[in-house]
T-cell receptor
Framework: NAGVMQNPRHLVRRRGQEARLRCSPM?????VYWYRQLPEEGLKFMVY????????ESGMPKERFSAEFPKEGPSILRIQQVVRGDSAAYFC????????????FGQGTRLTVV | EDQVTQSPEALRLQEGESSSLNCSYT??????LFWYRQDPGKGPEFLFT???AGEEKEKERLKATLTKKESFLHITAPKPEDSATYLC???????????FGKGTTLSVSS
């Protein structure tokens, strides 16, 4: 059973470009979460999705950031017009049911904005 | 406000020197407390879930315990390969997210 797959592992974007981060959950998992990790700050919740639904996006900046988990295909975290402050490690996690069940993380996408 | 505080921030041990990591939490109605291990450049690796005070879980040299206000991760006779950052998280009051502490970075030298 493959784990949570994230790609790309490393992404470099110039200021003003768009970044697309992909996440394929573990087989049988229908709940997906995105977290951001900055040095010295720990993991911060961004968004919680189920298939075709956003359950909670309270941790996501209201501008430039969006997330989706379509009926077919991976979950996508999209950052438009990136700025240097968006540089961070972005982790995706999946769980078989809600947040009170074990969530398994991918290896992350490290975004660098130059 | 949901909050998780881990201590110490960093811990250095000699191989075989047992110790404990602390995770104190503030959340109304605990739905679950999670421990993860994270190696540099990697994603968090799931270790344990605890749901109620008094519960204990063990895995190799690690044992996690839970009270109404805090959790401990006990490390018995650690080895250098136990060196990592250990993260504690609780389910938010809204039930839609994990709230993480900043972690304890453990270094075990031989």
């Amino acid at each position: 059973n493959a784990g949570v797959m994230q790609n790309p592992r490393h992404l470099v974007r110039r200021r003003g470009q768009e970044a697309r981060l992909r996440c394929s959950p573990m087989k049988g998992h229908s709940h997906v979460y995105w977290y951001r990790q900055l040095p010295e700050e720990g993991l911060k919740f961004m968004v919680y999705l189920q298939k075709e639904n956003i359950i909670d996006e309270s941790g996501m900046p209201k501008e430039r950031f969006s997330a989706e988990f379509p009926k077919e295909g991976p979950s996508i975290l999209r950052i438009q017009q990136v700025v240097r402050g968006d540089s961070a490690a972005y982790f995706c996690a999946s769980s078989p049911e809600g947040t009170n069940t074990e969530a398994f993380f991918g290896q992350g996408t490290r975004l660098t904005v130059v | 406000e949901d909050q998780v505080t881990q201590s110490p921030e960093a811990l250095r041990l000699q191989e075989g020197e047992s110790s404990s990591l602390n995770c104190s939490y503030t959340v109304s109605g605990l739905r679950g407390l999670f421990w993860y291990r994270q190696d540099p450049g990697k994603g968090p690796e799931f270790l344990f879930t605890l749901y109620s005070a008094g519960e204990e879980k063990e895995k190799e040299r690690l044992k996690a315990t839970l009270t109404k206000k805090e959790s401990f991760l006990h490390i018995t006779a650690p080895k250098p390969e136990d060196s990592a950052t250990y993260l504690c998280a609780v389910v938010s009051q809204a039930g839609t997210a994990l709230i993480f502490g900043k972690g304890t970075t453990l270094s075990v030298s031989s």
